[in-house]
């Protein structure tokens, strides 16, 4: 397989006046293109902030992240901004739409900027909104705006999408909805999905765990049968 990503001693460390936290302590990984990856965790694990690493959202304190075969922790902050445009598609936990734009406006903004940006209302209809296009985030349901939300990351059409927390503020029902649809860009679309979580059960759905404790890779494994996420029960 194709290895889109490495993380070699990687480092993250936060000071705060003479104080100082190693949240990330040295870590070693690799992600394969087309993978899904659970990266799971307590809360404080480091899980989070090792996604912000990868997404270009934090700085690297030691060691080196190379992505698609560039060094992102040797990225200005110019660089990073790049990096993000055309490399990673967000989703988060609480959608993070702007309150004043329609669904469709929403995916636009994400879009604007990329020259193989995909059709925002193409996007809109794959992920079975078709009906909402025009609708702002007040008259859609949490489930629809996390939607809208994987739609925007869809349409840049990045090589990564990182999630965190993508099922956090949704019903059951409606979280493994939005799972089957991140798991659908892995497998149809060849896209990396990086989704972080504490829930333990996402284990099963992934073909790449990996386990976070502490600031260290506690577990790094791949499932060779990956459930199908309408099997798995929490």
Excluded at 22 to 46: H, R, W, Y
Excluded at 47 to 59: A, E, F, R, W
Excluded at 86 to 110: C, D, H, R, S, W
Aim: charged share 25%; hydrophobic share 40%; with cysteine.
């Amino acid at each position: 397989m194709e290895v889109m990503m490495q993380g070699l001693n990687v480092v993250k460390e936060y000071v705060s006046g003479e104080l100082k936290v190693k949240a990330i302590k040295g870590i070693n990984f690799s992600i394969n293109k087309g993978e899904l990856v659970v990266i799971l965790g307590q809360s404080g694990a480091g899980k989070s902030t090792l996604l912000n690493l990868i997404g270009g959202m934090d700085y690297v304190t030691e060691g080196s992240l190379i992505v698609g075969g560039n060094d992102i922790a040797k990225y200005s902050t110019k660089e990073l901004i790049n990096y993000r445009r055309n490399n990673i598609g967000f989703v988060f936990q609480f959608y993070n739409l702007m309150p004043n734009l329609t669904a469709k406006e929403n995916v636009e903004l994400a879009t604007e900027l990329k020259k193989d940006a995909l059709d925002p209302i193409e996007v809109l209809t794959s992920v079975g909104l078709k009906n909402k296009i025009d609708s702002f985030p007040s008259q859609l349901s949490g489930g629809e705006q996390q939607r809208v939300s994987i739609a925007r990351a869809i349409a840049k059409n990045a090589d990564i999408i990182l999630c965190d927390e993508p099922t956090g503020a949704l019903d059951y029902e409606t979280g493994k909805e939005i799972l089957a649809l991140l798991a659908k860009q892995a497998k149809e679309f060849n896209k990396t999905v990086i989704i972080v979580t504490h829930n333990s059960a996402l284990a099963e759905m992934a073909d790449h765990l990996i386990r976070v404790k502490n600031g260290l890779i506690a577990l790094d494994e791949y499932n060779e049968n990956p459930k199908d996420i309408k099997d798995i029960e929490w």
